[in-house]
């Protein structure tokens, strides 16, 4: 069933927000204009009541699924997007978008700032996720849809899924909410200062003025193996590496690469930094951590009256975050008596879960979507 | 209880349905694969959501299409504010939970009226086993040796209606089923299953 693939899929890109009619941020700043990186697969319905919008995670893309020409991966999902998939792409219209501050296609510090001529850097406005949000619904209107079947997306794409819900309730069918949880805990920010810090004590860092020149590499390096530590349980990470060891250490003081963990780590530290920027490992990480649904109403009164229906993913190995996090938030939805389904599925994957093949993500999804194509109003 | 027979409803299920008015909101906790929650939804127009701490079980109700969540029933209801649903039916579950107390207590909360269904330990069959073999009881309805068994509460009707009484729970229905019909007397000796319509 799920041998079918979607045939070559390419990003198209929208420039919007042109001045005089900037986006406003959430900290008052104007930015435009804004180009906006994105994808779609399969066809939008003539009543357009089909769009699914997926949202991705911190250092994700448009790419969600299929195969750009002559790639040999296929987009970050795609275990979950395509015909036959999860997000049937035989019934749905699925989009995807960089997020803004994005280094993707999607405007962020290192895109060129038209008053200087310039790559942004650290004068890039600080950003949120309430305006990555902002961003999708303008390319939503753009696409002509009034509503969404349901928004998807785990980890940081969990958090705009939530933020959608909230800003724009009569736009949103459905939020499908994965493995996140609705403000950064203080080991969630603790976590991802360590990146920062990584970043911005590599002497390459150079107050984020490296374009043009050499790039932070080491410090991005070391932000993605803390990353991916974080991402693993330590169950993956001994079935996958155990004590195993590459090479012997050679006589007297030896710190190189000698376990296969350490050899990994320094694999994904390295191929990120070729795909991504420091700068927007910054401003992204820092949205992700201001961000706290709850810091002008509890969760009770801010989804109070809200028509969504959710599905609330967690994975039972997931430490970065942990189920009971995301199961207030069912609470506070289960107390306004809100249509919420949630599950926890049990997976030794940790974190990662979401984005590796899991047959309990694909079966809920599936069959949460195909009952809320009959609910839809 | 635990098989359907074709094209028929399980006798525990059809004497639910019957005390359930139509259109009504119904909580089911511990709803296993969610049969009689479909059931409910389907020939009584309710609304209805579940309850259920087995993954594979919560598979099953999403694919049914059902509102369900991943749960520990002595830690389900405390979000909901009182009297949110019509009916919380808790069948077969009663004799697995840690603190049945607190859940029947909680369940009268937040319904307007609570549904018990519950396996019958004093069956006359199952009091010969204790009596001549002194054995625990091993019987069609209650299968499992005492190593195996998911029951970790054994009470009769009996002791059931004893539970009502001290904590002033008011049985509206009451309805002993045997294996294939309704148990008209003795239903403490004769009776496999014994399912309560309670109110406050």
């Given at each position: 069933m799920q041998n079918k693939e979607l045939d070559v899929v390419t990003?198209?890109?929208?420039?919007?927000?042109?001045?005089?009619?900037?986006?406003?941020?959430?900290?008052?700043?104007?930015?435009?204009?804004?180009?906006?990186?994105?994808?779609?697969?399969?066809?939008?319905?003539?009543?357009?009541?089909?769009?699914?919008?997926?949202?991705?995670?911190?250092?994700?893309?448009?790419?969600?699924?299929?195969?750009?020409?002559?790639?040999?991966?296929?987009?970050?999902?795609?275990?979950?997007?395509?015909?036959?998939?999860?997000?049937?792409?035989?019934?749905?219209?699925?989009?995807?978008?960089?997020?803004?501050?994005?280094?993707?296609?999607?405007?962020?510090?290192?895109?060129?700032?038209?008053?200087?001529?310039?790559?942004?850097?650290?004068?890039?406005?600080?950003?949120?996720?309430?305006?990555?949000?902002?961003?999708?619904?303008?390319?939503?209107?753009?696409?002509?849809?009034?509503?969404?079947?349901?928004?998807?997306?785990?980890?940081?794409?969990?958090?705009?899924?939530?933020?959608?819900?909230?800003?724009?309730?009569?736009?949103?069918?459905?939020?499908?909410?994965?493995?996140?949880?609705?403000?950064?805990?203080?080991?969630?920010?603790?976590?991802?200062?360590?990146?920062?810090?990584?970043?911005?004590?590599?002497?390459?860092?150079?107050?984020?003025?490296?374009?043009?020149?050499?790039?932070?590499?080491?410090?991005?390096?070391?932000?993605r193996m803390i990353g991916h530590i974080t991402y693993m349980s330590e169950k993956s990470m001994d079935e996958k590496f155990g004590r195993k060891v590459i090479k012997t250490e050679k006589a007297g003081k030896d710190f190189s690469v000698k376990f296969e963990v350490e050899n990994y780590l320094k694999y994904r530290g390295d191929s990120f930094v070729q795909r991504f920027d420091a700068n927007s490992y910054l401003y992204l990480t820092k949205a992700v951590d201001n961000f706290d649904l709850t810091d002008k109403a509890d969760l009770k009164t801010l989804f109070k009256d809200l028509p969504c229906k959710y599905l609330i993913i967690t994975f039972a190995s997931d430490w970065l975050y942990p189920s009971h996090q995301l199961k207030e938030l069912v609470k506070a939805l289960q107390s306004n008596n809100a249509d919420v389904t949630d599950v926890e599925i049990n997976s030794d994957y940790g974190h990662d879960a979401f984005l590796i093949p899991n047959e309990g993500q694909a079966h809920v999804v599936k069959h949460f979507l195909a009952r809320m194509e009959k609910e839809y109003l | 209880m635990k098989t359907t027979t074709d094209n028929k409803i399980r006798l525990d299920y059809s004497v639910i349905l019957d005390m359930v008015n139509a259109g009504s909101s119904v909580l089911d906790l511990g709803c296993g694969d969610g049969e009689l929650l479909s059931l409910l939804i389907e020939s009584k127009g309710c609304r209805g959501r579940g309850i259920e701490i087995d993954e594979k079980a919560v598979f099953a109700c999403i694919a049914r299409g059902l509102t369900i969540s991943h749960e520990d029933i002595n830690y389900a209801l405390a979000a909901y504010t009182n009297k949110t649903f019509d009916y919380v039916i808790m069948n077969e579950s009663l004799q697995q939970i840690t603190h049945p107390q607190q859940a029947v207590l909680e369940a009268l909360r937040v319904?307007?009226?609570?549904?018990?269904?519950?396996?019958?330990?004093?069956?006359?069959?199952?009091?010969?086993?204790?009596?001549?073999?002194?054995?625990?009881?091993?019987?069609?309805?209650?299968?499992?040796?005492?190593?195996?068994?998911?029951?970790?509460?054994?009470?009769?009707?009996?002791?059931?209606?004893?539970?009502?009484?001290?904590?002033?729970?008011?049985?509206?229905?009451?309805?002993?089923?045997?294996?294939?019909?309704?148990?008209?007397?003795?239903?403490?000796m004769f009776a496999h299953f014994g399912i309560f319509l309670l109110e406050n």
């Open positions: 990003t198209q890109y929208l420039t919007c927000c042109q001045p005089p009619d900037e986006l406003v941020l959430k900290n008052g700043q104007r930015l435009g204009p804004i180009t906006i990186a994105y994808e779609t697969y399969g066809l939008l319905n003539t009543d357009q009541s089909n769009a699914i919008l997926i949202l991705h995670a911190l250092t994700g893309d448009a790419h969600a699924a299929g195969y750009h020409a002559g790639d040999k991966r296929p987009g970050w999902w795609d275990i979950m997007i395509g015909p036959g998939k999860a997000f049937d792409t035989d019934k749905y219209f699925i989009i995807c978008s960089n997020v803004l501050g994005g280094c993707q296609g999607t405007t962020g510090p290192a895109s060129i700032n038209p008053a200087t001529g310039r790559s942004w850097g650290l004068n890039f406005p600080v950003i949120s996720i309430r305006d990555m949000v902002a961003v999708q619904k303008v390319l939503i209107d753009h696409l002509g849809i009034k509503k969404l079947l349901s928004v998807a997306g785990g980890s940081m794409g969990g958090l705009q899924a939530l933020k959608w819900v909230i800003e724009y309730p009569q736009t949103v069918h459905s939020a499908i909410v994965i493995a996140t949880n609705y403000r950064h805990s203080a080991q969630q920010i603790a976590l991802h200062v360590i990146g920062r810090q990584a970043i911005m004590s590599d002497p390459d860092w150079h107050n984020g003025e490296y374009y043009g020149h050499a790039v932070p590499a080491r410090g991005l390096a070391l932000a | 319904g307007r009226h609570v549904i018990v269904g519950m396996p019958n330990f004093c069956h006359f069959l199952a009091r010969f086993q204790i009596f001549f073999q002194g054995r625990v009881p091993v019987t069609r309805e209650l299968p499992y040796q005492w190593y195996e068994t998911p029951n970790i509460r054994f009470f009769s009707l009996k002791d059931f209606k004893a539970f009502c009484r001290k904590n002033q729970i008011t049985i509206r229905k009451q309805t002993a089923l045997g294996l294939s019909r309704i148990v008209p007397c003795c239903p403490n």
